[in-house]
């Protein structure tokens, strides 16, 4: 849509007020801190402030409906993972259609999964835990996250690509499913690192392989599963700022430049790098919702073929 002359000249203004950062987490979480990092930076270039607000709950969805019903004018936009379009959709009923009603405007951060086991599982390393798995059929469960997602496709994967035959055991959230592991009552779990790295440095978990395209500098000693023969498990998850796509495109470009200046800055890559991410590329938001299409018609086609239903 084209804007009117008052219209342009009110974005050349933007921002004149506040911004706001939804998150669909908890204060303290991955995602809350990716935004709190970066809403710094970006309050100083902009000389507005830009708060975060936290919306957990329902898999992100409070956070997305929040984003949806705002004012379209600029003061509003989220910052969430690309599960939100591309993993959840297929894991719960969803009251709209995320690949038409959001849009990524950059890609912050990315990180990929780590598979791992107990510290009362005799393995360690990858081959040693696929032994042990073979020796115990029907024995060994692995954890997600939450079902529906990656942290449950990717044991999946596993499976078919190992012949392992690892029960699925869905959680409402990491801290139980990682609870439940170092309790014994899993053997196993595909987790964010970040999630897994105190109780690893405690002793209580070990980490086997990443998913990720290359070794994470928070387990340089992890080799990714690509290393071990099994590319077709290397995936990684992203954290984005997003918008709705009826914006007025010269505010979601402003915001993107913006953001994407932000990134550059030493201070916000080593806070990312303390948390075990890499800086997000400069992929486009075409090229990101490319991405987030194909990312979850693969997502839906494992979920169909093991005849899960959202719930």
């Known amino acids: 849509m084209l804007l009117s002359s008052a219209g342009l000249a009110w974005a050349q203004h933007w921002p004149d007020k506040p911004i706001r950062f939804v998150v669909g987490g908890p204060a303290g979480g991955g995602v809350d801190l990716a935004a709190r990092v970066l809403a710094e930076r970006l309050s100083a270039q902009f000389g507005q402030q830009v708060i975060v607000d936290n919306k957990p709950g ?21 910052v969430q993972v690309n599960a939100i379009v591309s993993e959840i959709p297929h894991a719960v009923k969803m009251p709209f259609d995320p690949l038409k009603a959001l849009k990524p405007l950059a890609e912050l951060s990315r990180l990929g999964l780590v598979f791992s086991t107990n510290s009362q599982v005799p393995a360690n390393t990858l081959s040693e835990f696929i032994t042990y798995a073979k020796a115990n059929k029907g024995k060994v469960n692995f954890a997600s996250y939450s079902a529906g997602t990656l942290s449950h496709t990717l044991g999946l994967a596993l499976n078919k690509q190992a012949g392992l035959d690892m029960v699925h055991v869905a959680y409402k ?4 499913a990682l609870q439940d592991l170092m309790g014994g009552q899993v053997q196993a779990s595909f987790d964010v690192a970040g999630n897994v ?13 990443t998913t990720a395209p290359q070794r994470l500098p928070m387990f340089p000693e992890v080799p990714t599963f690509a290393e071990l023969g ?20 010269p505010i979601q470009q402003k915001m993107r430049d913006a953001t994407l200046k932000a990134l ?20 486009t938001p075409d090229e990101l919702m490319s991405s987030l299409r194909a990312a979850s018609d693969k997502q839906g ?8 239903k959202p719930e």
């Open 197 to 209: 790295e105190p109780h690893v440095k405690a002793g209580r978990i070990k980490v086997l392989a």
């Open 230 to 249: 099994y590319k077709d498990l290397t995936e990684v998850i992203w954290i984005g700022l997003w918008t709705t796509p009826d914006l007025p495109a």
């Open 264 to 283: 550059q800055d030493p201070k916000l890559r080593e806070a990312y790098a303390k948390m075990g991410w890499s800086i997000g590329g400069h992929a």
């Open 301 to 308: 086609a494992v979920l169909q073929s093991i005849g899960f």
């Open 58 to 78: 329902a898999a992100g969805l409070i956070g997305a409906a929040d984003l949806l019903k705002s004012p379209r004018d600029g003061s509003t936009f989220m």
């Open 173 to 176: 959230g990491s801290p139980p």
